[in-house]
């Protein structure tokens, strides 16, 4: 998410000759990177929350805690978004096409290898570092990139991007199960680092601006003048505004920060792993039909991230982005804490479904939330210091988790974990929300002022000349 605002600013701060129309508005170029970039987001983003049968057979094999296991998943989300930041630094050395290929060859190398551990320590090595170190080089990667081709309809891009995410957990999870019946875990990881690499695949699509084969050298030496003027520009901004003195200037950013990582970094990214684990330990069926369950809260994700945002932007007079922001956290709260009432196979299908909904529309209104808080003038900062948070909560919530269930054997109480900071964070939103639905109002206000003064001035300024030429 950093990186994404990053190289939209230094796209937006270079008018450089080789951003041409057709590239910047789209065009067949454009699009292409954006299906690049929809696959990497398909793995990246998505494996994570589709991990939950590997989660299961892992532990059984290991015959480890659930505690214990789940710092597998952990250490690869917490890389994943801690380490994001080398991304910039890649891109800047080798450009995207080759960050996205070193990220793949990372991560796949990181699968193949966990298929000869033998012991638990070894996959929080191979399955958790190594796999997200590949993720956090990828992912700023292949969505900053899309701000150099997709223009006008820059929103739209990213949406597509991002519903790779949401695929992956309706596709993921009945795959992997499937690979596990037929190859073990072993062979299951062997598989996935080949599906993994076909990011390399998609990075090919990644034709940055200065691998353009048009242009002649002249134009390639300006254009490498540009870009490094405009990289410097965004460099010294950042330098200034992404550090925590933005708590000073923001109270109210201090409030958001704490409750996204009270409820998504604690309370969210424990419970896909755990969503597998307590159907089978409810013996509600087969490990196919287990998960079709996560599949189902993949579907319903991405309605959650096409529609809702759809919906408020036709009732955003009545519903502000914070409050839809709070209250879809505070219904995910309650899914989770009503969850133990779905007792059979039907009714935990219902209770995802309805629970992939608010998490799909709470991970898309991240930045807009942002922004509605900080300003965009400050809104790189922002989601750099959010991420950074989230990523320590992370690291927290699945071993909580997992060590909640090995002292009382009962999922339920995790999920009553869960649940229980998916409220408190979203309470403490809805109480953030209406300073800024002020401060949002004082900001339109102060604009519309701003350009009534200008449009006054340009009368001025017209009957100042309509009186000059009648005198003359």
């Known amino acids: 998410m950093k990186a994404s605002m990053s190289t939209r600013d230094v796209a937006t701060d270079t008018e450089d000759p080789a951003f041409n129309g057709q590239s910047r508005d789209g065009g067949c170029i454009g699009w292409l990177v954006v299906l690049g970039s929809h696959v990497c987001n398909l793995f990246v983003f998505g494996v994570s929350q589709a991990i939950g049968p590997l989660f299961v057979v892992v532990q059984r094999h290991f015959e480890e805690s659930s505690a214990r296991t789940s710092w597998i998943l952990a250490f690869l989300t917490s890389v994943e978004f801690l380490l994001g930041p080398l991304s910039n630094v890649c891109v800047k050395k080798i450009g995207y096409r080759m960050t996205v290929m070193l990220g793949t060859i990372i991560s796949s190398t990181g699968y193949f290898l966990s298929a000869f551990a033998n012991r638990i320590e070894i996959l929080y090595i191979s399955l958790g570092l190594a796999v997200g170190f590949g993720y956090a080089i990828i992912t700023p990667a292949c969505i900053g990139i899309i701000a150099f081709f997709i223009r006008k309809r820059f929103a739209l891009a990213n949406v597509l991007a991002a519903c790779g995410a949401g695929l992956a957990v309706f596709i993921f999870p009945p795959l992997l199960q499937a690979l596990i019946d037929n190859y ?30 048009e242009n002649n050298e002249n134009n390639r030496s300006e254009q490498m003048s540009s870009e490094a003027k405009g990289l410097k ?21 201090v409030l958001f920060t704490v409750a996204s990582t009270i409820s998504i970094g604690i309370g969210y990214y424990g419970l896909p792993a755990h969503l597998v684990a307590r159907a089978e330990n409810k013996n509600m069926g087969s490990g196919a039909d287990i998960s079709l369950i996560v599949s189902v809260m993949g579907l319903a994700g991405i309605i959650g991230r096409l529609v809702i945002p759809v919906i408020l932007h036709f009732t ?5 982005t914070v409050k839809v922001y709070g209250l879809t956290l505070c219904f995910a709260g309650v899914c989770n804490l009503a969850s133990p009432l779905a007792k059979t196979y039907v009714s935990y299908m219902v209770y995802a479904s309805i629970l992939g909904i608010p998490v799909g529309t709470f991970f898309g209104l991240i930045p807009q939330v942002i922004r509605d808080i900080v300003g965009s003038d400050f809104l790189t900062a922002g989601a750099g210091i959010g991420t950074f948070f989230i990523a320590i909560g992370s690291l927290i919530g699945p071993p909580c988790g997992g060590y909640i269930y090995d ?59 309509t009186q000059t030429d009648m005198n003359s």
């Open 184 to 213: 073990g875990w072993r062979g299951s990881v062997i598989v996935f680092s080949a599906l993994n690499a076909q990011m390399a695949v998609s990075a090919a699509l990644f034709r940055a601006p200065e691998e353009d084969p």
């Open 407 to 465: 002292v009382t054997t009962d999922y339920n109480n995790s999920f009553y974990f869960y649940g229980s900071l998916l409220t408190v964070g979203g309470c403490m939103i809805m109480i953030l929300e209406p300073y800024t639905t002020r401060r949002r109002r004082i900001a339109e206000s102060t604009t519309r002022l701003t350009l009534s003064n200008l449009d006054l001035d340009k009368v001025c300024v017209a009957e100042v000349a």
């Open 316 to 320: 955003k007079k009545y519903m502000s």
């Open 233 to 253: 520009l965004f460099l010294s901004r950042t330098a200034d505004t992404c550090d925590f003195g933005l708590f000073k200037i923001y109270p109210t950013f």
